[in-house]
């Protein structure tokens, strides 16, 4: 699948999820914002540009950090999402955000425009290496920061990838990972254990190539409760995981679904709530100062 190929169907897969984007019950977009927003170090008065905004996971929690005197800029290649976070925002109050409908792979900024990037689970979707970092360190003055949040891609200690349940990491995996009959399937899990998120020296190390210095990484578990494995199958279709369900014959996606859920129902506490950790990687990195 080509460039063009796959921005197209990132604009088809969001635009449909984005009525119900982190409206499902589930806590999730909204604490990992927060978290990379405080993370960043980002304060009051700075110029900010939010990649792949979305509903406004981090967009919301920036514009509070910069306070009145700051400035916020949302793009998303989702019109439906632009739509949103405009909608929000108007509500909200915030004369210091603005959002535009734009390629977040291509920002259309001169050099140097802002105080800081930040990109909560949007900037993986397309990074390969340092070749596409290199357009937010290029939109930073010097001294700038570049932030961005993303699923861990380090193994867990059984070797699987930490994001999925490991109850029904062999039942979720494969339909990630491997191309169907005349599928060019190409997104980041296809190749989970080699990519720039699989170590902390690797994302470093891509941070680096793209003219970063000072890089930090942390991984830090997400605590995410549902009340049913329902409910967490719902919620992965309010979201980029609802590719997978969308490559799915109705059957086949029922009789998947129906099995993540008892697997999941299996894991109830006495409290009647299912905790699943989750692990998330926050990286920051500032652009050099002269």
């Known amino acids: 699948m080509g460039n063009s190929e796959s921005t197209a ?3 088809r897969v969001f635009d449909a999820a984005a009525a119900v984007y982190d409206q499902s019950g589930v806590e999730f977009f909204g604490p990992i914002g927060r978290r990379l927003v405080e ?3 980002i304060g009051a008065g700075q110029s900010v540009l939010d990649v792949g905004c979305g509903r406004g996971a981090v967009l919301f929690p920036v514009a509070e950090a910069v306070g009145a005197g700051g400035e916020v800029v949302g793009i998303d290649i989702s019109e439906e999402m632009v739509k949103y976070a ?4 108007r509500e909200r109050g915030l004369g210091q955000l603005t959002t535009h409908l734009m390629n977040g792979q291509q920002p259309e900024y001169p050099p140097a425009r802002f105080d800081a990037v930040i990109g909560g689970f949007s900037v993986f979707i397309w990074t390969h290496g340092p070749a596409e970092l290199r357009p937010y360190r290029e939109l930073l003055r010097p001294g700038g920061t570049f932030a961005a949040s993303a699923p861990s891609f380090f193994p867990t200690a059984t070797g699987k990838w930490g994001f999925l349940p490991e109850d029904v990491h062999d039942l979720l995996l494969p339909h990630m990972t491997q191309a169907k009959e005349g599928d ?3 997104c980041p899990f296809t ?4 990519n720039w998120l699989v170590t902390e020296e690797a994302v470093t190390s891509t941070l680096a190539g793209a003219g970063f210095v000072d890089a930090e990484v942390v991984e830090e578990d997400l605590l995410i409760t549902v009340e049913s494995g329902d409910q967490w199958v719902r919620w992965t279709r309010t979201h980029g995981m609802r590719r997978l369900w969308d490559r799915l014959a109705e059957q086949e996606a029922q009789e998947l679904a129906a099995e993540v859920a008892r ?3 299996a894991l109830r506490g006495a409290d009647g709530i299912i905790t699943l950790p989750t692990p998330i990687v926050y ?5 050099p100062r002269d």
Do not use: Q, T, V
Request: net charge neutral.
């Open 86 to 89: 405009e909608k929000d925002a």
């Open 39 to 41: 993370f960043s170090g």
């Open 184 to 186: 060019a399937y190409n």
């Open 263 to 265: 697997r999941l129902d």
């Open 283 to 287: 990286m920051r990195a500032r652009a």
């Open 9 to 11: 169907e990132m604009h």
């Open 191 to 194: 190749n989970i254990h080699n």
